[in-house]
């Protein structure tokens, strides 16, 4: 059972089990189309009715349950309760962002590293910081139910997911700017560690746990194998759509004064989490896919298959063009 699965990892993972020949039940709300038509057990719900979500689930037998989309205790208190006495494995998608609320300082953040004292919320940061508290809340919870209840839980917490499909549209945000053969803008002093991870390195570590019984209750950052800056990666990404790159670094309050939102620079952000993936490397034989293979794989894909709308970060083009000018002519 897939709880998601519609619309980027969960897709990739999808397709995986069909190509596998794994019988597929999908739980969602039927919004995001998919082409699985009926390869698929379709189950229509919103998971946060929880009463009917126990009801339709109780008594069901699944080999694995993968949770792609639960975000807060209660989501995973009931599939506990829902699944206890009836699942082999359940896998549990976490994120990075879980050691970006604590007073952790070491990079790349390790498991271990986990369990430091919670920093209170940055001005301004709410959302961030909430969605890596209710995180850490679902794993805790994960983590006390196979501790006092045995009940047989993954988790892999990820950083940024890259790949096609990606409806974040964080990587593409960069290629159109690439593409349009104008100057990028990153805020001054933000060169970050890239260390994010492929959609299908992902999907192969989900499939490496499900008959996994010495896996149950272990937890696993999933990441790159290679480890690049920002302005590396740009060039790398430059080479493979066949542009020049040219870069400039300009002071965030000069962005702000020019209505220009720290956004156009996705990766640069105070919540890009950079993991230490060896545990995952050594104990389920996790292999990356090499940075240069996925991103020319992903780059393919937005550049001659992707036909949706434009990321908002995108909107304001003509005013980074236009600052970047007069950055240009005050350096020289």
Same mark, same amino acid.
């Given at each position: 059972m897939v709880i998601g699965g519609t619309r980027f990892l969960g897709y990739? $993972?999808?397709?995986?089990l069909l190509n596998e020949g794994i019988k597929v039940v999908l739980f969602n709300r039927g919004i995001s189309p998919d082409n699985f038509g009926d390869k698929v057990e379709r189950v229509v719900g919103d998971r946060k009715n929880y009463e009917k979500f126990f009801d339709s689930f109780r008594r069901k037998q699944f080999? !694995?349950?993968?949770? $792609?989309?639960?975000?807060?205790?209660?989501? !995973?208190?009931?599939?506990?309760k829902t699944f206890k006495n009836n699942i082999g494995q359940y896998i549990f998608i976490s994120t990075g962002q879980v050691y970006l609320?604590?007073?952790?300082k070491h990079l790349p953040a390790a498991e271990k590293d986990y369990y430091q004292d919670i920093i209170e919320c940055p001005p301004g940061e709410e959302a961030a910081y909430s969605y890596g508290i209710r995180k850490r809340q679902c794993e805790d919870f994960l983590e006390e139910a196979f501790k006092f209840q045995? #009940?047989?839980?993954? @988790? #892999?917490?990820?950083?940024?997911?890259?790949?096609? @499909?990606?409806?974040?549209l964080r990587l593409y945000s960069y290629l159109l700017r690439l593409l349009d053969g104008n100057p990028l803008i990153i805020p001054e002093s933000s060169d970050p560690i890239i260390r994010h991870v492929y959609v299908n390195d992902v999907v192969n570590?989900?499939?490496? !746990?499900f008959q996994a019984e010495q896996t149950r209750g272990k937890v696993y950052n999933l990441a790159d194998g290679e480890v690049l800056v920002l302005s590396e990666f740009l060039q790398l990404a430059s080479r493979f759509v066949g542009k020049p790159l040219s870069v400039y670094e300009i002071p965030a309050p000069i962005l702000k004064q020019n209505d220009i939102s720290l956004e156009i620079s996705p990766?640069?952000?105070?919540?890009?989490?950079?993991l230490d993936p060896s545990l995952a490397q050594e104990e389920i034989n996790f292999k990356p896919t090499p940075i240069n293979h996925w991103l020319r794989e992903t780059i393919h894909w937005f550049v001659y298959e992707y036909d949706g709308p434009k990321p908002e970060n995108y909107n304001n083009r003509e005013k980074e063009i236009a600052l970047a000018e007069w950055w240009r002519k005050k350096k020289t």
């Open positions: 990739h $993972l999808v397709q995986r080999d !694995v349950v993968v949770d $792609l989309i639960g975000c807060d205790r209660d989501d !995973v208190e009931v599939a506990v609320v604590t007073k952790n045995h #009940f047989p839980s993954v @988790r #892999f917490r990820c950083p940024i997911i890259h790949g096609e @499909r990606d409806y974040t570590a989900i499939f490496a !746990v990766f640069s952000g105070k919540w890009v989490s950079y």
